[in-house]
């Protein structure tokens, strides 16, 4: 499966695509910032996990403390 992304400045643009794309019989799905950085630093943290340089536990103890403002 291939996918597409088109990041969009207003509603009207995404509308517009939505549209668009719909009319050429393609499959649509929209996803926010929000949604599309926790999918990206979650691929990341599974990739420093299984490339031997980070470990997710590290990462976790330090947002902790990042976290708690220590």
């Given at each position: 499966m291939e996918y597409i992304v088109i990041p969009t400045k207003s509603k009207s643009e995404?509308?517009?695509?939505?549209d668009?794309?719909?009319?050429?019989?393609k499959e649509v799905a929209t996803?926010?910032?929000d949604?599309?950085?926790?999918?990206?630093f979650t691929k990341l943290m599974k990739e420093a996990e299984t490339s031997g340089k980070g470990s997710m536990s590290k990462?976790?103890?330090h947002l902790s403390k990042v976290a708690s403002g220590k």
């Open positions: 995404t509308l517009f695509f939505l668009l794309l719909k009319k050429m019989h996803i926010s910032a949604e599309m950085e926790d999918i990206t990462v976790k103890a």
